[in-house]
C-alpha cells in the first residue's frame, strides 16, 4: 500500500484566495482525520470522519474551514477566503478503528498564505 | 481536557548512549498511547503503539512503557544513532482524538 497520499505537497497562495487540500487515506480505513501543525499550537485535530461521515468538527477554527468525504478513497479540506494565519502544515491520517487503531500519517501539506 | 506533557524539550547526546524519553499526560482514561517520528520538513512516523491494557512494547532498540494509572509513558532508544536525530512526539488517544504532546527534539552527535 502507497500509505495515506497528500496533495498538493506544498501550497502559496495570496490573501482571500480559496484553497483546497486533498487526501487520499489507506484502503480499508474506516477512519480519516485532518490535523494542522503550527510552531505556536503543535499538532491539533480539525476533523474526522467515520465511513465518511463527519464525526468530530470542533476543531475546525472557523466557517471559513469546511472538510468533505465523498467517498472512502477521497477527503478535501477546503478554506475560503483564506488569510495568513492559516499557513501551516496540514496533516491528513487514516486508521481502521479510532478507539485503538494505529494512525497513519500522509507527508503533510505545507501552506503559506501571503 | 487531555493534557500532554514531554520533557525535555531538546536532548543532546553522543552517538552510543542509551536514552529515554519522558511522556506525561493528565487525563488516564486513554485507548493508547503512540510515540511518533518526525523529521525536518516530513510527515509523522508511528514508532510504537500501546494498548492501555499493556505495559510496554519494543520495535529494535525501541522500548515503550505505560503506566496508565499515573499518566506516565517513556520512550527508551538503546544504542543511539546519528539516524536517530528528529523530533519525537507522544500522543495520547482518549476515543476521538489524538492529542500530542510538544515533541522532544534529539540530536545524536556522530
Known amino acids: 500500500d502507497a500509505g495515506v497520499i497528500q496533495s498538493p505537497r506544498h501550497e502559496v497562495t495570496e490573501m482571500g484566495q480559496e484553497v483546497t487540500l486533498r487526501c487520499k487515506p489507506i484502503?480499508?480505513?474506516?477512519?480519516l482525520f485532518w490535523y494542522r501543525q503550527t510552531m505556536m499550537r503543535g499538532l491539533e485535530l480539525l476533523i474526522y470522519?467515520?465511513?465518511?461521515?463527519?464525526?468530530?468538527d470542533s476543531g475546525m477554527p472557523e466557517d471559513r474551514f469546511s472538510a468533505k468525504m465523498p467517498n472512502a478513497s477521497f477527503s478535501t479540506l477546503k478554506i475560503q477566503p483564506s488569510e495568513p494565519r492559516d499557513s501551516a502544515v496540514y496533516f491528513c491520517?487514516?486508521?481502521?478503528?479510532?478507539?485503538?487503531?494505529?494512525?497513519?500519517f500522509g507527508p503533510g501539506t505545507r501552506l503559506t498564505v501571503l | 481536557k487531555q493534557e500532554v506533557t514531554q520533557i525535555p524539550a531538546a536532548l543532546s547526546v553522543p552517538e552510543g548512549e542509551n536514552l529515554v524519553l519522558n511522556c506525561s499526560f493528565t487525563?488516564?482514561?486513554?485507548?493508547?498511547l503512540q510515540w511518533f517520528r518526525q523529521d525536518p520538513g516530513k510527515g509523522l512516523t508511528s514508532l510504537l503503539l500501546?494498548?492501555?491494557?499493556?505495559r510496554e512494547q519494543t520495535s529494535g532498540r525501541l522500548n515503550a512503557s505505560l503506566d496508565k494509572s499515573s499518566g506516565r509513558s517513556t520512550l527508551y532508544i538503546a544504542a543511539s544513532q546519528p539516524g536517530d536525530s528528529a523530533t519525537y512526539l507522544c500522543?495520547?488517544?482518549?476515543?476521538?482524538?489524538?492529542?500530542f504532546g510538544e515533541g522532544t527534539q534529539l540530536t545524536v552527535n556522530p
Open positions: 470522519f467515520n465511513n465518511n461521515v463527519p464525526i468530530d
Open positions: 484502503s480499508g480505513h474506516d477512519y
Open positions: 487525563d488516564s482514561a486513554i485507548y493508547n
Open positions: 500501546i494498548q492501555s491494557s499493556q
Open positions: 491520517a487514516s486508521s481502521f478503528w479510532t478507539g485503538s487503531g494505529e494512525q497513519f
Open positions: 500522543a495520547v488517544n482518549s476515543g476521538s482524538r489524538l492529542t
